[in-house]
Structures are given as structure tokens and as C-alpha cells.
């Protein structure tokens, strides 16, 4: 079975612009996470959805939005970067409860 | 701040000996707590849990120890291997809203010399 998926890799943008990221969780995993994990640091978290809706979010500003389909893919979206946000971006899925949550293998964003 | 701290950055050992990792928390809500482990451009893969309830686990080489007086966990690897070279993270969750997040440690990135 494929774990989880994230597209892009890697990505590069300016200050001022907008960014969307995509996972695509394991099969028969209805709940997606996303963490930021900045260099020298822990990973930390954003959102979680469950079942497309929100269940949980963290100490980020509302410039950070995600949203879950139908198919429990995610997208996370990021308006006005800053050079703050470059990181590594990662998405977990998990069955939903309290259980172990698989992560991907993030996708590196660059703020210039 | 940081509730889940890991203050020992890097860590080196040699094959077969004990590696020992440590985490301390801060919030006495956290009932639930997980390694996981990281190799450069993956992410994090769960290595071992842990509940509150319990004050030890254990899966082949790999042993967590819990002491919810002193919150405080650590992680066991024993014999340690050179293939277990990489950052180990704790993470715990416990957030009283339902939500599966999880609070993670900085890591601490552990060297096992052949």
C-alpha cells in the first residue's frame, strides 16, 4: 500500500504570495494532520481534519487555511508569505482516533 | 512555549551499547506519548507508543519508560545498531478538544559508530 503522499516537493516563492500544498492520506485513513517543522525544530501543529471537517487547529495565523475533499486528500493554503514560513511542510494521516499518525515526506518551501 | 523538550540536541554510541534518550514535559494533560524517528528528506516514522496508564513499553530492541511524577520519558534502544542513526523525536498528545495533535520535542539526533 502507498503511504502518504505530498505534492510538491520542494518549492520556492516570494514574499506577498500565495502557496497551496497537497496529501493525499493512506487508503481507508479519514483523518489528515499538517505540521510545519522549521529547521532546528520539532514539528508543529497547524490543522487537523477529520472527515472534512475541522477538528483541531494551532497557534497559527489565519493566513494558514486547509481545507479536506471528499476522497480525505487535503490541501493546505498559505496567503501573504513570509520569510517565516520557509520550512518543511508535513501531513499525517491517521484511522482518526487517538492512534499513530503516518506522515509523508513533507515538502520544503523556500520564502525569498 | 515548549511543552515537550528534549535537551540533549545530539547523542553518540557505540554498536551494541545502550542508547538512551530522554524527553521531559510540562503539561500534566498529555496521557499519550510516541517516538518516532527521522531520516534526512523523509518524515517522521512512529517507532513506539506509550499510555499513561502504563509506566513501561516495550517492542524487540526499542523500550519506553514513563514517570508521570517527574514527567518524564526516555527511550531504550538496546543493542543499538548503526542503522538506527537518526533524529528521534517525542512527541505527545492529550488535547482536551478532541483534536489528534501532537507536541513535539526538538529531537535529538543519535550517532551509533560501528
Known amino acids: 500500500d502507498a503511504g502518504v503522499t505530498q505534492s510538491p516537493t520542494h518549492l520556492i516563492k516570494t514574499r506577498g504570495q500565495h502557496v497551496t500544498l497537497r496529501c493525499s492520506p493512506i487508503s481507508g485513513h479519514k483523518s489528515v494532520s499538517w505540521y510545519q517543522q522549521v529547521l532546528g525544530q520539532g514539528p508543529q501543529f497547524i490543522f487537523q481534519y477529520y472527515e472534512k471537517e475541522e477538528r483541531g487547529r494551532g497557534n497559527f495565523p489565519d493566513r494558514f487555511s486547509a481545507r479536506q475533499f471528499p476522497n480525505y486528500s487535503s490541501e493546505l493554503n498559505v496567503n501573504a508569505l513570509l520569510l517565516g514560513d520557509s520550512a518543511l511542510y508535513l501531513c499525517a494521516s491517521s484511522l482518526g482516533g487517538l492512534d499513530e499518525q503516518y506522515f509523508g515526506p513533507g515538502t520544503r518551501l523556500t520564502v525569498t | 512555549d515548549q511543552q515537550v523538550k528534549q535537551n540533549s540536541p545530539s547523542l553518540s554510541v557505540q554498536e551494541g551499547r545502550i542508547s538512551i534518550l530522554n524527553c521531559d514535559y510540562t503539561n500534566s494533560m498529555f496521557d499519550y506519548f510516541l517516538w518516532y524517528k527521522k531520516y534526512p528528506a523523509e518524515g517522521p516514522t512512529f517507532l513506539i507508543s506509550?499510555?499513561?496508564?502504563?509506566d513501561k513499553n516495550e517492542d524487540g530492541r526499542f523500550t519506553v519508560f514513563l514517570n508521570k511524577s517527574a514527567k518524564h520519558l526516555s527511550l531504550h534502544i538496546v543493542p543499538s545498531q548503526p542503522g538506527d542513526s537518526a533524529v528521534y523525536f517525542c512527541?505527545?498528545?492529550?488535547?482536551?478538544?478532541?483534536?489528534?495533535?501532537?507536541?513535539f520535542g526538538t529531537g535529538t539526533r543519535l550517532t551509533v559508530i560501528p
Open positions: 506509550i499510555s499513561s496508564i502504563k
Open positions: 512527541a505527545a498528545s492529550g488535547d482536551q478538544t478532541g483534536a489528534n495533535n501532537l507536541f
